[in-house]
């Protein structure tokens, strides 16, 4: 009867002092992590000292075939030993493996990754004419690799279904060499430093909240040249906590058909020039304001000249809770023979919100987007009028895969009727 | 009556292993993170946003020749917690994004490297020129080049890394 008074008294005893020891935030998690963190230092343990079991074998093997020369002694101590004021002595076994370990982090060039993205989509509209259905999204492979420690090579190659097979294009191919971080030169193919998005998201649906680019700088479009050949400079401006950086590129501009790059040539002999400046103030963590100012000849078609200059200002939120980005761009075209002038705008607000339940994989969203063209301008044949909203919500079903819904409603012309439509899309990246 | 004795007996060292480790696992969270770097970075001092531009890899040079390494602990080590909660600010699987992201948008020719122990990074951190790392500052190596992170080492009042 005894014991069990003291069995209880006990008990109790141990459950209050290690209450009243518990620090009050504990999560029911911690107790897991903290076992999975003491087991993962025993494992590590463990390897070491097999490592260095093994390495004794492999010591004692090696000795017995051959003793060292003196100069592979020297050699070895005078790259591994550490200085004795920086250091505590190590074994000949532990600089060993430190040098096992520094050639395996050690770079090598080149060293290419490659990286694809693709997406899978689904559309249902109620425009007239229009056919609902299944369509393969472009088919992207991204491809880095570092030359040497300040040359470096990017490319991005694009796959695009069509009616009689598919497109391939080279969306990006940029050689760059690195100074120091104030002055980064380029030369190729790359997306016009205009705005935000253009530059930040590329062919790879996976890499944007939303399904679809806004139209103002969709691919294929015609309102903001979204490449541009040439050469570009970038880097960081000395700025203290305000974090100025600037992007400044000299290249042939738009060709004839006006939605290309000039890839094989200029379409005349004016060269185009871009320059963004941004700035990251360090206070706000997340923002970045930026504004850009293009400046190109237009010559669609032999002995028609129209002077371009598009002025684009920017401001984003890039963390996701919430993420916020709205940009802004002024597209001015100037008839070099008649003198006439046209003007058209368009922005987008874009704004998304990170869930943080069910290990924050819901992100919904919404855009507004807005185009206005003079009716007139012969340039931009192809762009129509536009005022949309996108409702949509993306679900990342894994670190490198994603689903999305959207709902849009849109109107596309003038005194047209707005259009519903539906679409989906699993974008992934491999 | 022995058999209850053998049983309370149990119970009293269970507990006591208990109280013991309590207060261990407490001390564990409370350890600051140093940011460590190879001897030759040219910097000793460095505010907790101009560490966020080294590891957002927004600010890629100690000086013209020296790049920057930027090492990280793998998941579930809590350096990699700490960074990502303090200096990131962003969830595991955001970091990973971002990342590919910085490398295919051309701005970062390579991620950081990952480290599977503390005395994997001490090592690393010592031998690559240029390198950064995050060490739990019990695990430092004596003679390592620690870096005051807002004008304050580890341990030091205030210390934004822990």
Known sequence: MGSRWLLLLLFSLTTSALLAQSPPPATPTEPTVQSLLNRIQQ???????????????????????????????????????????????TSHMEEHAS?????????????????????????????KGSVSGF???????????????????????????????????????IIRYDYNDYFKLSFGKYHTPIGYWNAAFHHGAWLQTTIARPEMIKFGGTFIPTHFVGVEAEGNIPSGGLGL?????????????????GDSGDSNDN?????????????????????????????????????????AADVVWTKEKPEFLAEYANVHHRDELTTNTWDSQAFYVQLAYRLPWQQSKWKPYYRYE??????????????????????GVRYDITNYAAFKGEYRNSRHGVNEPRVNGAFFQTAFTF | MTTHWKFASRIFALSCLCLALVPLSAQRHDVDIAVVVHPDAPVS????????????????????????????????????????????????SQFKQYWIAKIFRAEAAT????????????????????????????????????????????????????
Do not use: C
């Open chain 2, 45 to 92: 001092n460095l505010n907790l946003s101009d560490v966020r531009k080294v590891f957002l890899g927004d600010r890629q040079y100690w000086s013209t020749n020296i790049p920057v390494v930027l090492l990280i602990r793998a998941p579930v080590a809590r350096e990699r917690d700490v960074v990502l909660k303090i200096i990131y600010q962003m969830s595991e």
């Open chain 1, 370 to 391: 807005y185009i206005h063209k003079p009716e007139d301008d012969p340039t931009l044949v192809n762009v129509l009028d536009l005022s949309g909203s996108t409702l």
């Open chain 1, 43 to 89: 494992l590590e343990n463990r390897i070491d000292q097999l490592e260095d079991r093994e390495r004794k074998q492999e010591t004692a093997q090696a000795g017995a075939a051959a003793a060292p020369t003196p100069a592979e002694t020297t050699t070895q101590a005078a790259v591994t030993t550490p200085a004795p004021t920086q250091a505590p002595p």
């Open chain 1, 245 to 261: 950086g600037y992007n400044v590129g000299l290249g042939n501009g738009r060709s004839s058909l006006l939605s290309k790059s």
């Open chain 1, 99 to 127: 040098m096992g370990e520094i050639r395996d982090t050690e770079r090598r060039f080149p060293s290419l990754q490659i990286r694809g993205f693709g997406d899978v989509d689904f559309s249902a509209t109620d425009q």
């Open chain 2, 111 to 162: 991620a950081p490297k990952v480290v599977y122990s503390n005395d994997m990074a001490n090592q690393l951190v010592t031998a690559i020129p240029g390198a950064i790392a995050f060490i739990d500052s019990k695990d430092v190596k004596p003679g390592s080049k620690v870096v005051r992170v807002d004008g304050r080492l580890p341990g030091e009042a205030g210390y934004p890394l822990r």
């Open chain 1, 271 to 311: 060269r185009a020039w871009v320059a963004n400046v941004y700035a990251r103030p360090a206070r706000f963590y997340g923002l970045q304001v930026g504004a850009s100012v293009y400046r190109d000849k237009l010559t669609p078609e032999p002995g028609q000249n129209f002077g371009e200059w598009i002025t």
């Open chain 1, 135 to 173: 369509n393969l999204g472009q088919f992207v492979l991204h491809l880095a690799s570092p030359l040497s420690e300040k040359v470096s090579f990017f490319g991005e190659v694009s796959f695009t279904a069509q009616p009689t097979g598919y497109d391939l294009s080279v969306e990006r191919t």
